[in-house]
């Protein structure tokens, strides 16, 4: 009954207070409403894991150098890889690509998707919503042509229909049959739409040589095998490759890492962590201005309290009256930064989408964040309440009641206090500037380094070349050729061309030998990034020769 009515009159006076009220209800709802909302972010994109059974154990495989290099992974490789491999309970291969897709009626579009080993949804314990999964004979080609597609395309494209199973699909070029639909939230390894069995991949992937390492495996560790010993295994089998294999695989072995820590990299959790300190930081801050606030409002008070003790209150019981007030001012500002959070999540989550993050990040709440929330609306309560509470519960009540609360010890220590929370705040705001002006800093010098080209006028387009069409590197080059003809006569285009990736975006790895120079024994040849371009490369970038002729 004791703590109801200190709630009731807490209710009373903070309502008599309004403007009081408002101002320290909006100073604390902006703070706790950004912690709340960066909070949602790093809990979406650090803290939650792929929506798959024993998330922690799928593994992202790659090929390292001795320098540390990462690079792709071969199907050759690979193959042996699954064959020696004991420390994983399977692991699978994957093509990530872009699939024209078609249906009688329905409009043609570009979905993304991957070839993938019979085996991926089986190994990541998933199963289809409709339908069934791969088969291991499905793995080798020569099957019909099967896919199976994400839940939301059979949503959107062909309306959720109950007898989508069976259905014709034409894809890149071929007819091929739906034989299932993955549950709502299943998009692996990315955002594919749409994943057919690797014994579909046409004999232009198939038959690449072994130093081919453009692609990429996941696999899934067996129960208590840890990441080192999976890793130590893949060094073993990796140095009896480089024996068997010296010419490709000299110096080169496999490697394993935690698929989402693979897929974030080293700097994603940095920045995030570091934004989550700022947004304490700022909490921190109107904590202290709140405080500040309900110090100064204490010296009206401070007759009320005297007055308290005078008819019998404890210390205790004024205590609980002040921390009562401070909790409920926390909790009124906790709901209206909740509504304030919830737009900003909205906006970051719709911004996001632009940027194409991985499917499993989520930018919604769930039991950990509404956990924090009420965890910080209730410490902000104590923070900046403990300063007042501290100060109503030492101050010498008698020289209140004879000096009439005009001064008196009680105002010094109030003072002090007050004089504490400003070097607390001013110290909070000077860390946060700085750490604010160093991340502007870098921002500016990466905005203004110069990479070497003009891009304010440059137009990046993508697409994808059938195999099944276009099987031989003469077909495509004619193929490729015949668009950069059509640049040529565009009027509105200034230069052109076709080429196997964007400027910045990587190439294929090949190792370098020049002609005549016999290389030291030991010593690694040196390495280069190659592209395939047209012959208006280097005009449509912007970037012109030091010596001789660019292509014809």
């Known amino acids: 009954m004791d703590l109801f009515r200190d709630v009731r009159y807490a209710v009373r006076l903070l309502a008599k ?7 320290a209800v909006v100073v604390l709802a902006l703070g706790i409403g950004a912690n709340n909302a960066v909070f949602t972010i790093v809990n979406a994109v650090l803290l939650r894991n792929l929506p798959v059974p024993k998330p922690e154990q799928v593994m992202f495989f790659s090929t390292q150098d001795t320098q540390g290099r990462t ?12 064959a020696a491999t004991r420390t994983f ?5 994957l093509f990530n690509g872009a699939f024209n ?4 009626g329905l409009t043609p579009d570009q979905v993304p998707g991957a070839y993938v080993s019979a085996n991926l949804f089986k190994m990541l314990g998933v199963a289809p919503a409709l339908g069934r999964d791969f088969t291991s004979a499905e793995d080798t080609a020569g099957p019909p042509f099967i896919v199976l597609i994400r839940h939301r395309l059979w949503r959107q494209r062909y309306g959720a229909d109950p007898n989508i199973v069976g259905r014709n699909i034409r894809i890149i070029d071929q007819q091929g049959t739906i034989i299932g639909v993955m549950p709502a939230g299943m998009h692996f390894p990315f955002n594919a739409n749409i994943w057919l069995p690797a014994g ?7 038959g690449q040589p072994r130093q081919a390492r453009g692609y990429f495996a996941v696999g899934r560790l067996n129960d208590g095998v840890g990441v080192e010993q999976a890793r130590a295994e893949l060094k073993t089998i990796g140095q009896t490759l480089a024996a068997r294999y010296p010419e490709t695989n000299k110096d080169l072995r496999p490697n394993a890492e935690p698929f989402v820590e693979r897929t974030l990299g080293p700097q994603v959790p940095l920045l995030f962590w570091a934004l989550m300190g700022a947004v304490a930081f700022v909490l921190l801050i109107a904590c202290s201005n709140v405080a500040n606030l309900l110090l100064a409002k204490a010296a009206g008070r401070a007759s009320e309290m005297s007055v308290r003790v005078a ?19 926390a909790l009124v500002a906790g709901v209206l930064g909740l509504v304030l959070s919830i737009a900003g999540i909205r906006w970051f989550s719709a911004e996001a989408q632009n940027v194409g993050i991985p499917y499993w990040m989520v930018f919604s709440m769930d039991w950990r964040t509404f956990a924090v929330f009420m965890a910080t609306c209730l410490a902000t309560g104590l ?31 109030a003072r002090r206090m007050t004089t504490g929370l400003i070097v607390a705040q001013l110290a909070l705001t000077l860390v946060l500037l700085a750490g604010a002006g160093l991340m502007l800093r870098s921002f500016m010098t990466m905005y203004r380094m110069d990479i070497g080209i003009d891009t304010s006028r440059l137009v990046v387009s993508g697409m994808i070349i059938p195999a099944t069409k276009y099987p031989g590197w003469e077909d495509r080059t004619r193929f490729l050729q015949s668009i950069d003809d059509q640049f040529v006569t565009a009027p509105a285009i200034e230069a052109a061309s076709t080429a196997s990736a964007p400027p910045f975006a990587g190439g294929a790895v090949r190792r370098l030998e020049i002609d005549g120079r016999q290389a030291p024994p030991g010593e690694r040849l040196p390495e280069v990034t190659m592209l ?18 660019a292509f014809t």
């Open 101 to 104: 897709v078609g249906n009688e």
């Open 89 to 93: 309970s399977g692991i699978s291969f």
């Open 17 to 23: 207070n309004r403007w009081f009220t408002v101002v």
């Open 532 to 549: 395939r371009v047209g012959s208006r490369y280097f005009d449509s970038i912007g970037v012109g020769l030091v010596q001789r002729r």
């Open 71 to 82: 690079l792709g992974v071969s199907l050759r490789d690979f193959e042996d890889w699954r």
């Open 311 to 329: 008819v019998g209150a404890s210390r205790w019981q004024i205590v609980r009256q002040l921390m009562v007030e401070s909790l409920l001012l």
């Open 200 to 206: 579909s991949m046409p004999k232009a992937i198939t």
């Open 383 to 413: 923070i900046f309440g403990l300063a007042p509470a501290l100060h109503a519960s030492t101050t010498n009540i008698h020289e209140l009641l004879k000096e009439g609360g005009r001064s008196g010890s009680g105002g010094i220590r």
